[in-house]
């Protein structure tokens, strides 16, 4: 049954395109909801889990790895023409809504268990401006501008420069707090140049580490926005590779090696730097952006090798469902998410209760909040399902 499921998915996959890539897209989102939508966040695995501060768990490579496949997905969509089409008003259309789908996630929430909640000054008077799908839209028009204006030479060094420029302002630009001390160099959860020019650009009330001291600021911030430029273009250039081959197998197969061996010198490149570059993702460091990207060209390398040369798809098919609608199922899984937790039940909410009342008793803490999660995502993918055979692909 599950086979058939499989080819059927197969036959409705849509043509002119590079499997792989739907398929990595597919199995980013598919990893994000996963580890956004845990039973309990006091009950996380370490590996679901964001590092605290310097280092990375698989967790941290999810969201570059999807910026990565925004990248490549670029230049696919251009076919193989030379060249790139300005940037007009489907590109800017295109970001506009990514930003203010993020925005609505942002005000998506009431609080129905406290009477005296007040939505206006909570949600809309303290919206977070920045986040996942903001920062999605800023990097891509970004990115959009750079590929019609540079060639492959000047794109290698607007990535270079997108990765080094920022972090020589986050090291050596002076910037003082509110009682005058003036900080150079720090990398510290909340005392960083990137965390002041946050909290002096945007205002602390709108930001998503608003207790952090002495500066409060966001992972998305404005300064690692830049930095994660350079991800997307990482994207970008394994993208134009694809248009330089020649499509026989022997120039597939040589693409392939090309993406892997890229892949682990910018992961072991980027490990070795960790003593005096640390990785860290809220910073969005450069070497945070060799590591990711690493991992990025070598997860695109296996997919490549085992769809598009070896036709191994049966079981990897699944992960079309969720990756060519990827922006739907984010927005599902954040919307329902946030009704899991507005809901009330007694004293907690519906997702508190299920988890505590279901969940929890069947699998324990850990192991209840991971059955959780899975749950969720096995639910999304029955709705992607439904627009997947009924081909609605949700364009933004």
Not at 26 to 41: F, Q
Not at 134 to 144: E, G, H
Not at 251 to 276: F, I, S, T, Y
Request: aromatic fraction near 14%; glycine fraction near 10%.
């Amino acid at each position: 049954m599950l086979q058939r499921h499989n080819e059927h998915i197969l036959s409705l996959s849509p043509q002119g395109r590079l499997m792989s890539v739907d398929l990595l897209r597919g199995l980013a989102i598919a990893a994000m909801v996963l580890v956004n939508n845990p039973g309990s966040w006091s009950y996380v695995y370490a590996p679901m889990a964001h590092a605290e501060w310097h280092g990375w768990t698989p967790t941290d490579v999810i969201f570059p790895l999807f910026l990565f496949v925004v990248g490549v997905s670029m230049v696919l969509a251009n076919g193989r023409r030379e060249t790139f089409p300005a940037v007009g008003w489907p590109q800017w259309s295109r970001a506009l809504k990514l930003f203010g789908l993020g925005l609505f996630l942002a005000i998506f929430f009431y609080n129905f268990r406290d009477p005296a909640y007040d939505w206006f000054e909570d949600r809309l008077t303290g919206i977070r401006w920045l986040g996942v799908l903001q920062r999605i839209a800023l990097v891509y028009i970004f990115c959009c501008y750079l590929v019609s204006w540079l060639s492959t030479r000047g794109l290698i060094v607007a990535a270079v420069l997108c990765t080094l420029v920022p972090w020589l302002m986050m090291l050596w630009i002076p910037y003082s707090g509110d009682s005058g001390e003036v900080f150079r160099g720090q990398l510290l959860f909340g005392n960083h140049f990137s965390a002041w020019l946050d909290h002096w650009l945007l205002g602390s009330e709108h930001l998503y580490y608003r207790n952090a001291e002495p500066f409060p600021f966001d992972p998305e911030g404005v300064l690692t926005t830049l930095l994660a430029v350079s991800t997307c273009l990482l994207g970008v250039l394994a993208g134009l590779a694809w248009k330089a081959c020649d499509g026989t197998e022997e120039g597939r197969m040589k693409l392939c090696r090309q993406w892997l061996a890229a892949g682990v010198l910018l992961l072991v490149v980027g490990q070795l730097l960790h003593p005096w570059v640390p990785i860290n993702k809220a910073l969005w460091s450069p070497s945070f952006v060799m590591v990711t990207g690493g991992v990025s060209l070598m997860l695109l390398a296996t997919l490549f090798y085992l769809v598009d040369i070896r036709g191994f798809r049966g079981p990897l098919a699944p992960l079309l469902v969720f990756g060519v609608n990827a922006i739907a199922l984010f927005m599902l899984a954040g919307v329902v998410g946030r009704v899991l937790i507005m809901i009330p039940v007694g004293e907690t909410t519906l997702k508190g209760w299920l988890f505590s009342n279901v969940f929890e008793p069947l699998f324990g803490s850990y192991g209840g909040s991971l059955a959780f999660a899975v749950s969720c995502l096995a639910l999304f993918y029955v709705v992607m399902w439904q627009m997947y055979r009924r081909r609605i692909i949700w364009k933004v």
